[in-house]
């Protein structure tokens, strides 16, 4: 059973854009939700972590969960060429699982 | 900022010898864990480890494989007799907490294994 599943994309967008990307999980038990950044072979870079249901806010990242539905979101405001890398959701209960990922381009 | 560093950051070994990945975690925190990715596939979880112990470990993390925490600051991952699958960037992490009671784990950059 895929405990997080996450749409790998690839996603474009053009500088400026709202990005927005989205996973999904199974395991109830899960508690804390995490986004994590990823650039080619380089170690996952972590962005923002919620715990439980709601909205957390840093900058120009806004993460949301909701429970209710098993729903993880991270959306990205104003967009910029920097933004591209490869973002990985992740669920945490004693080990972290990780969606395969979504390689986002925004173009300048 | 403090960060995980991991030596080596690349490596070739033949199928069959034995590898030993290194890993310097963030200096005031009590969990290390190790993770590793395939190419083009999920990061994966291997093992978890705090004071000085193996607190949980996934079915990939079979005899051929271990850990260590041989002074105050390394973290070692060991694989005996490596095979063709082995081939994968290993991460290693860090966090003050752990599992339902903590949040921040930071990762390193990776060792990126080829076994040939």
């Known amino acids: 059973q895929k405990e997080v599943e996450q749409d790998p994309g690839p996603l474009s967008v053009p500088e400026g854009a709202i990005v927005s990307l989205n996973c999904t999980y199974s395991?109830?038990?899960?508690?804390?939700f995490m986004w994590y950044r990823q650039y080619s072979r380089k170690g996952p870079e972590l962005l923002m972590y919620t715990y439980s249901s709601g909205n957390k806010e840093d900058g120009r990242f806004t993460a949301q969960v909701d429970k209710s539905s098993k729903y993880i979101s991270l959306f990205i405001r104003d967009s910029q060429p920097s933004d591209s890398a490869t973002y990985l959701c992740?669920?945490?209960?004693?080990?972290?699982?990780f969606g395969a990922g979504t390689t986002v381009t925004v173009r300048a | 900022e403090p960060e995980v560093t991991q030596t080596p950051s690349h490596q070739v070994t033949q199928m069959g010898q034995e590898v030993i990945l290194r890993c310097v975690p963030i200096s005031n925190h009590l969990y290390f864990y190790w993770y590793r990715q395939i190419l083009g596939q999920k990061v994966e979880f291997l093992v978890s480890?705090?004071?000085?112990?193996?607190?949980?470990k996934s079915e990939i993390f079979d005899d051929q494989f271990s850990v260590e925490r041989p002074d105050g600051s390394n973290f070692t991952l060991k694989i005996r007799s490596t095979k063709l699958e082995d081939s994968a960037m290993y991460f290693c992490a860090s966090s003050p907490e752990m599992g339902l009671f903590g949040n921040t784990i930071y990762f390193g950059e990776g060792s990126w294994l080829t076994v040939v």
């Open positions: 992740a669920a945490n209960d004693y080990k972290l699982s």
């Open positions: 480890f705090y004071n000085n112990e193996i607190s949980e």
């Open positions: 395991n109830s038990a899960f508690q804390y």
